[in-house]
């Protein structure tokens, strides 16, 4: 069975981009590969640095993973800090990254512009802690949205420089998603991608209630609509029907594509549609995952397993990597 690896950082609650950019995937290659998904604490730590919050938001990531449908019976679940044989292989792999290229990477430049005061290094060698992540299990396949696709591309030079240089070792990963191209949902206001820490009225989150779901769907940039038939769809616009194929009937969404190829659409009554059958989603998920929450024990017991069977497999790479690079000394 072909190895796939994905995380997601504890930075908070989850939301739509998340489930439809990675989850979703997850919970469908469950039953056709050999899985590894983990809470990513470390990438967290370059940005959401506070010890207070750390420990509640691991756990609400896994969760939350599992109320969406994730089997832990299935899968192997762990934290990415549980595993220190990804440390150790971090750094063999700084030794295959540029500075040069590090800086040229859109989401460090993006970093550095949000926060210029704090621009630490793990934030430059973010895309390596990523590859570390991967290759310690030799992953192939990698479910992840858009945003990620250029993070994966690194992730292959490093593999591929490693290989060349010491002997092949590395698979080299693909971001993957099933259906062609990699998800990237909007914010509901129209202003880049949807996001855990932008506008939380334009966010849809795994926990919002079913009053904010509707509120905040209600609010969603629309415009007047198209004024000749077949026009091409502004973005946002193209958003909601994204959200609506993601969440609503196949018929449902076809009856307001053709609306809106033929100026006929109401985008009130769009979204009062697709507010309903996004509650219907995400409701049974939020409930899941508060219960899920208030079993602590078996979380941990979750985590703990998740680790073992991480390390093994971690031990296995890891041990292959020093010998390719001479340092097995006895
Ligand atoms: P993170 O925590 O920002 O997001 C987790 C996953 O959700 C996807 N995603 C989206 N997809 C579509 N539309 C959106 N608006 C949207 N927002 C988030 C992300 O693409 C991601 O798949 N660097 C990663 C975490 C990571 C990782 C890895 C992933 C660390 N190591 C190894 C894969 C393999 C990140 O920050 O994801």
Redo the contacts with the bound molecule.
Sequence with gaps: KEIV?????S?GILHL??Y???IRNYIRMQEEFNCYFFV?DW?SLTTHPDPKDLRGNVFRVLAENIASGLDPEKVILYAQSDVPEIAELYLLLNMMAYKGELEKVPTFKDKVRQNPDNVNAGLLTYPVL?SA??LIHRGLK?P?????EQ?LEMSRNFAQRFNNRYGYLFPEPVAFNYGDDL???MSLDGNG???KSENENATLYLSDTDDAIRNKIKKAKTDAGPQEPNSLMPDYIANLFTLMRLVSAPETVQTFEDAFNNCGIRYGDMKKQLAEDMVAFIAPIREKAESIRQDQAYLNRIMRQGAEKARESATRTLQEARKLMGINYY
Excluded at 5 to 9: A, E, F, Y
Aim: charged fraction near 20%; proline fraction near 0%.
């Design positions: 690896v994905s995380g997601i950082r930075t981009g998340n439809f950019g990675a990513a990438h990523m992540d991967i990698v992840v949205g858009k945003d990620q993070h998800v990237r949902i991608k949807m996001s």
